[in-house]
């Protein structure tokens, strides 16, 4: 059955800790909605060929001040903004980002009030459309409980249970400012469970921005 009928451009993001589901949700998403006849594109600021990729490994293989974490995030935000999401969205086509900028308030601002204000001129100076929804996956990090040994994949990966209970804590304060007819938050125990309610959110959205 074709639910989608008409071309619009749909914003999705999704959020939480490292190793909760996202990817795996995302991938499973994408499907759905290309099969309801959806242009997709599924896109993050670190999987952006040009300089994102160059940019991933810094990040995640030095230990950068806070600072120097949001300036250099926020140069690729704009880049893959302008480059990527702006014009698929203007071609009404659907992007799922894979993290955007509340992983920014909980891993870089971390409740600092110098740091979340430079944050908020940069996001105004940036100028980007705002997000139609976003899906926060809590629970625990599924890839470090499944890893052998001490062989994980970059610096956030090892990082203990303090540090991922702090980022959480972090995602809470920031998703209190966010209404909750965007914010659909979900514990990612049962794979399936959630995977069908994500479908239904979107569907929901989706047609309620059909009829404005
Ligand atoms: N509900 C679940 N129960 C058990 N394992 C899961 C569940 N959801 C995802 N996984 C597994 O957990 C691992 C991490 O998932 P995934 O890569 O999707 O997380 P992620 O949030 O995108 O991680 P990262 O932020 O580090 O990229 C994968 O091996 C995936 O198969
Ligand atoms: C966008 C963004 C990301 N991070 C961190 C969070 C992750 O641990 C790493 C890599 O992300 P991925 O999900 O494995 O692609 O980057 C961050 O600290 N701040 C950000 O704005």
Same mark, same amino acid.
């Given at each position: 059955?074709?639910?989608?009928?008409?071309?619009?451009?749909?914003?999705?993001?999704f959020?939480? /800790?490292?190793?909760?589901? +996202? #990817?795996?949700?995302? @991938?499973s998403?994408?499907?759905?909605?290309?099969?309801?006849?959806?242009?997709?594109?599924v #896109?993050?600021e *670190? !999987?952006?060929?040009e300089?994102?990729k160059?940019?991933?490994?810094?990040?995640?293989? +030095?230990?950068?001040?806070?600072?120097?974490?949001?300036?250099?995030?926020?140069?690729?935000?704009?880049?893959?903004?302008r480059?990527?999401?702006?014009?698929?969205?203007n071609?009404? +086509?659907c992007?799922?980002?894979?993290?955007?900028?509340?992983?920014?308030?909980?891993y870089?601002?971390?409740?600092?009030?110098?740091?979340?204000?430079?944050?908020?001129?940069?996001?105004?100076?940036?100028?980007?459309?705002?997000?139609?929804?976003?899906?926060?996956? #809590?629970?625990?990090?599924?890839?470090? !409980?499944?890893?052998?040994?001490?062989?994980? !994949?970059?610096?956030?990966?090892?990082?203990?249970?303090?540090? *991922?209970?702090k980022?959480?804590?972090? =995602?809470?304060?920031?998703?209190?400012?966010?209404? !909750?007819? +965007?914010?659909?938050?979900?514990? @990612?125990? @049962? *794979?399936?469970?959630?995977?069908?309610?994500?479908?239904?959110?979107?569907?929901?959205? =989706?047609?309620?921005?059909?009829? /404005?």
């Amino acid at each position: 059955m074709l639910l989608f009928k008409k071309v619009l451009g749909l914003f999705i993001v999704f959020e939480g /800790i490292d190793g909760v589901g +996202k #990817t795996s949700h995302i @991938n499973s998403l994408k499907d759905f909605l290309m099969n309801e006849g959806l242009d997709v594109i599924v #896109t993050s600021e *670190f !999987s952006e060929p040009e300089i994102g990729k160059d940019l991933k490994q810094i990040f995640v293989q +030095k230990k950068l001040a806070n600072l120097e974490e949001l300036l250099l995030v926020n140069a690729l935000r704009s880049w893959h903004y302008r480059k990527v999401i702006q014009p698929a969205l203007n071609n009404g +086509k659907c992007v799922i980002m894979d993290r955007f900028i509340d992983s920014t308030w909980a891993y870089q601002i971390n409740e600092d009030k110098n740091l979340a204000e430079l944050f908020s001129i940069i996001l105004t100076e940036i100028g980007m459309q705002e997000y139609d929804m976003v899906f926060w996956l #809590t629970g625990k990090n599924h890839r470090n !409980s499944n890893l052998i040994s001490n062989n994980v !994949s970059d610096r956030f990966d090892s990082n203990d249970s303090d540090f *991922f209970e702090k980022v959480h804590r972090n =995602y809470e304060a920031v998703f209190k400012n966010i209404p !909750s007819e +965007k914010l659909f938050k979900y514990e @990612n125990i @049962n *794979f399936d469970s959630v995977q069908e309610m994500i479908r239904a959110d979107v569907l929901k959205v =989706y047609n309620r921005k059909l009829h /404005i």
